[in-house]
């Protein structure tokens, strides 16, 4: 619910966008400036004003995040996209090894930092052949970084530099897994199921240090909603064959679990995680990848495919957890992006409550309703978000999910 007066904010990202549309944002009465910026405010179903971040710093911010600019558009035919997407991409493909950024750290570890060593001279290589074609004729003249500093305002550099200060350990991570398999157990996958889980996971800690929490979320973001394409695509063949036709309930179920998954994706997007040509590149084929990989587990086993889903979502759950314990102080003192205001304090809340099986109908239950006024609340909800995933995934491993939602919510009032 939000006032009817419109402001334009142009809010530049570090590496690059597709344009350079504004964002638009819809404001209460005037807008609150701080510094030389505005900050952008948002009012909740209950009437509450709530400051929002005063800038979408990703990729393709005020061009391609969500409920902004582009909105509920048909898009091109594939042809085009794709020789857009390749135009662009390239271009940064080049910025990144001829001007690449200078606050990259070594991370920890002898593999990782070996990796790194060779990254970077690989890097330089590239560098070399692409400034040499270009004197040669063979690629066009590559263009600077755009300087952005007489854009930016104070207050989106000082924002900036809190979110660039915070940290993930991976040993943060293991201490808190370890706590909950000594509390609750560990779960039982075969062989097969674990191993993909494990290269994930080893991929994550080798190629992010500790200082890149974000983009190491929006990596892990990218790949977990690309189960959920893979059960929906299944079952819907399944239904077109004629082989199964009940699957309506579970679609309906892991669609909203994939909206779910998408809004934490386009959180980590708005706070810079997808700035990184690499990173885009890393996160994007191992979404390919894994999806196919889940194709061929729900054919297998379906129930190994949710076992593979829940391993993936309890360790998001932990990597969250050991995140906002090392950066409680410092994600208290940050405003929440745009995007998670608009998905928390939605007046429209039925697919949050959708995925949510765990809870969705139970007597003396009501619907979660987390608060959302500070990045500390932001990332404390998509932890608990995961944590109703695993739920949910541990409820389709037991084959009778959708007769027991159905159960639990006869006779109550619908949802909204």
């Keep these: 619910m939000l006032a009817a007066r419109q402001l334009s904010s142009h809010r530049p990202g570090r590496f690059g966008h597709r344009n350079r549309a504004a964002l638009r944002i819809q404001a209460i009465s005037a807008p609150v400036t701080t510094g030389e910026g505005e900050c952008p405010l948002f009012q909740t179903r209950e009437g509450k004003i709530v400051p929002a971040m005063c800038a979408d710093y990703g990729f393709r911010s005020g061009s391609g995040r969500l409920y902004q600019e582009g909105y509920g558009e048909v898009p091109k035919d594939v042809w085009q996209l794709a020789k857009d997407n390749y135009l662009h991409e390239f271009t940064q493909l080049r910025r990144s090894t001829r001007y690449p950024p200078s606050d990259i750290t070594a991370p920890d570890g002898a593999v990782a930092k070996v990796l790194h060593s060779a990254g970077a001279a690989a890097a ?33 550099k000082q924002i900036r530099a809190k979110l ?35 290269a994930l996971c080893f991929v994550l800690d080798v190629m992010y240090p500790k200082n890149k929490a974000i983009e190491k979320f929006w990596v892990l973001e990218t790949v977990a909603r690309i189960p959920y394409f893979a059960y929906i695509s299944i079952l819907h063949l399944y239904e077109s064959l004629g ?37 885009r590149f890393i996160a994007e084929h191992a979404a390919v990848f894994y999806y196919w990989v889940l194709i061929a587990f729900y054919l297998v086993s379906p129930r190994m495919a949710y076992n593979f889903m829940q391993r993936v979502e309890l360790h998001a759950a932990d990597t969250y957890s050991a995140f906002v314990e090392r950066n409680r102080t410092a994600l208290a003192d940050i405003p929440p992006p745009l995007v998670a205001l608009q998905y928390y304090y939605s007046d429209d809340l039925y697919l949050f409550d959708e995925f949510q099986t765990a809870s969705r109908g139970a007597p003396g239950v009501p619907p979660r309703r987390p608060p959302c006024e500070n990045l500390l609340d932001v990332f404390t909800n998509i932890r608990d978000d995961e944590l109703e995933h695993v739920k949910t995934m541990v409820a389709c491993q037991e084959s009778t999910i959708a007769k027991d939602i159905a159960a639990s919510s006869s006779g109550s009032a619908p949802r909204r």
């Design 124 to 156: 330089r290589a590239f560098g070399s052949l692409d400034k040499a074609l270009e004197n040669a004729g063979v690629l066009p003249e590559l263009a600077p970084p755009p300087v952005l500093s007489a854009l930016e305002t104070q207050e989106f």
């Design 164 to 198: 660039d200060k915070l940290e993930l350990s991976v040993s943060d991570v293991v201490a808190v897994e370890h706590a909950r398999i000594a509390r609750t157990g560990d779960m039982t996958s075969p062989a097969w199921v674990k191993a993909p889980f494990y």
């Design 243 to 279: 082989f199964w036709r009940a699957g309506a309930e579970l679609r309906k179920i892991h669609f909203a679990e994939e909206w779910n998954e998408m809004h934490h994706l386009q959180i980590m997007e708005s706070l810079g995680g997808d700035r990184a040509w690499f990173d």
